[in-house]
């Protein structure tokens, strides 16, 4: 918690009394960082320990099989939990402490890298199925989620969460999962490790794409954020504090969307929940109730020795990020939003042919939509064929879209329809 200011005030009058709270709580990311207390045996020192009784055998195998690949890849991290993996010389409680790495401590990311521009994209959906149980959404998501861990050059590691997104590998979590390491790896629910290298971040919007060399794999269904209202049922999935507990599912409610919340000197627009998160859970999914991936589980108020947060989580909106996550696809960094340069009143009006239209009340000088012939004071009646009622409809048919394409907009002006094709371009980021 970077700042806090709590303060308690007190009045009475005529035997009432008022008891006032104010307070600042600063957001924090929730990833779990790992500090490796003891020296590590040499890799030929480095054994397996045999598996332990049957249900102990996926979270020992998960174990052992995450140790051997980050041994084998340099990174100077063990897993001594529970004595899975130990040495004489080491205890199998309290291996690890959780704490913020200090100023000065992460390093230049230099995990290697994946080539860019191969065409692949993230999809989402702007429809969806029946609703489904806790436990088909669990069924349906959980084998998409994965561990991430990340290692550090002083022999740290810090350990988050991801959400495949293609059969052949491309992953989504937080760039604070991945940034400062000198390698990355990521682990199924089957156990099943895979050396990742790193496609693209961006520390500021809090997005990383990661690629393992895989094929089938169990790829999650993204759905459209924008439709989700506030007290809707969602749930998260994730590493909370660390891979003891891999794969915890959480539910809860939307609490708020489109909330803006200050961290890291930048501000976020981001999906309020109060589905539990806990450090680990960076990066993973949360999931609307028919399945689908709408958000990725970022940050959580944390409490204090003075006061106690509960229930605050947030999560970055898939629906207005998702153009963010291709441009780290396609170029490693973030390019601007494609725009069309014009300003809409948000209330729809009646238009000559019966239906209702959009009223232009700005036009972008040189920008898209005055190139494509827009006046203030006309009005969008249809994108793309599609009759739109509102701004939020005209967005998301924009975000289809990618700079240098066409979109159709059919006009109204002075009672006259005409098509404007709209050249979309970049914006600066």
């Not at 195998?61 to 041994?71: D, E, K, M, Y």
């Not at 000197?265 to 589905?275: E, P």
């Not at 947060?309 to 947030?314: D, N, P, Q, S, T």
């Not at 005209?394 to 879209?401: C, D, K, P, T």
């Amino acid at each position: 918690m970077d700042e806090e200011n709590n303060n308690l005030s007190l009045s009475r009058e005529q035997g009432i009394q008022e008891v006032v709270l104010h307070y600042e709580q600063t957001a924090q990311p929730i990833v779990e960082y790992y500090v490796q207390p003891a020296p590590l045996p040499g890799r030929k020192q480095s054994q397996p320990a045999p598996f332990t009784p049957k249900r102990h055998r996926g979270r020992n195998f998960f174990l052992v099989c995450l140790a051997a690949v980050l041994l084998s890849g340099g990174t100077i991290v063990a897993l001594h939990m529970s004595g899975v993996i130990g040495t004489a010389d080491t205890k199998p409680s309290n291996v690890y402490e959780w704490r913020v790495p200090s100023a000065g401590e992460e390093s230049k990311t230099s995990i290697p890298a994946y080539p860019n521009g191969d065409g692949t994209k993230l999809r989402y959906e702007e429809t969806h199925g029946d609703t489904l149980t806790i436990q088909q959404v669990y069924e349906k998501v959980n084998p998409s989620t994965v561990t991430v861990m990340t290692g550090l050059p002083n022999g740290n590691a810090m350990v988050g969460t991801g959400v495949i997104f293609t059969q052949d590998g491309y992953i989504l979590t937080n760039a604070h999962v991945i940034v400062g390491g000198t390698e990355c790896y990521v682990v199924l629910i089957t156990g099943e490790c895979f050396e990742a290298k790193l496609v693209g971040f961006d520390e500021e919007k809090d997005l990383a794409v990661i690629k393992v060399d895989g094929h089938d794999l169990p790829a999650a269904q993204f759905g459209d954020s924008d439709a989700l209202t506030v007290g809707d049922t969602v749930y998260a999935i994730g590493n909370p504090l660390g891979v003891n507990l891999r794969g915890t599912l959480t539910d809860g409610i939307v609490s708020a969307i489109n909330r803006d919340v200050y961290v890291g000197g930048t501000t976020m627009t981001l999906i309020q929940t109060n589905a539990a998160l806990n450090n680990g859970n960076s990066g993973g999914p949360l999931i609307n109730q028919y399945g689908q991936v709408v958000g990725i589980n970022t940050m959580k108020m944390g409490s204090s020795t003075t006061m106690s947060v509960e229930g605050l989580g947030f999560a970055i909106p898939i629906a207005s990020t998702a153009y963010m996550i291709n441009d780290l696809i396609a170029y490693g960094e973030i390019h601007g939003e494609v725009v069309i340069g014009i300003t809409v009143l948000n209330a729809s009006a009646a238009a000559a042919d019966g239906g209702t239209g959009l009223e232009i009340a700005e036009v972008v000088k040189n920008g898209p939509g005055e190139q494509a012939g827009i006046q203030v004071g006309d009005y969008v009646l249809a994108a793309d064929g599609e009759r739109l009622t509102s701004s939020n409809d005209l967005i998301r048919i924009r975000r289809r879209h990618e700079a240098g394409e066409i979109l159709r907009l059919t006009m109204e002006r002075d009672g006259k329809q005409y098509t404007a094709e709209v050249i979309l371009r970049e914006s600066a980021k």
